[in-house]
């Protein structure tokens, strides 16, 4: 094998993985592996981006956490469902406030804290609730 057909290869095992990983796993393997050629370099490095590729596809079917900063700007944040759907969360400076906009009509139940209570009405308006956290009951067909 070639220098050149060593690296073509290598560019193409590297390329489906993202960049950020691609440096640091081809030193790895070199370190590892150019002591015994380039096609066992070649081997090694497609089950480590094979093995990368699982890792990666499972974290995304896992919880995770997002942080966004806020600044002194409206922001809306489009939360993709498995089905398509978006919900969106709207920062806006009026108000200020934060809405959220459901595709379809949902149960809201507003929490008063930590303890699971209703939260209570906000200077006696019905619509209004002094809350904590809010729950919104998802259509099952929207997450499946």
């Known amino acids: 094998m070639t220098e050149q057909e060593f690296a073509d ?7 489906s993985i993202p960049d950020t990983f691609r440096g640091w796993l081809s030193y790895q393997v070199w370190e590892d592996y150019h002591a015994y050629g380039y096609e066992e370099i070649l081997l ?16 995304k079917t896992t919880e995770s956490s997002n942080k966004i900063k806020l600044g002194h700007k409206e922001t809306d944040v489009n939360l993709v469902l498995p089905n398509g759907q978006v919900i969106q969360i709207q920062y806006r400076l009026e108000g200020p406030s934060i809405d959220v906009c459901l595709p379809t009509e949902c149960c809201v139940t507003n929490w008063q804290g930590d303890d699971m209570e209703p939260a209570p009405a906000y200077k006696k308006e019905d619509c ?10 998802l259509n099952p067909e929207w997450v499946n």
């Open 9 to 15: 290869k290598h560019n193409e095992i590297l390329a």
């Open 128 to 137: 209004v609730r002094l809350a904590k956290q809010l729950v919104i009951e």
């Open 44 to 59: 090694h490095l497609d089950d480590y981006v094979d093995g990368l590729k699982k890792c990666l596809e499972e974290r």
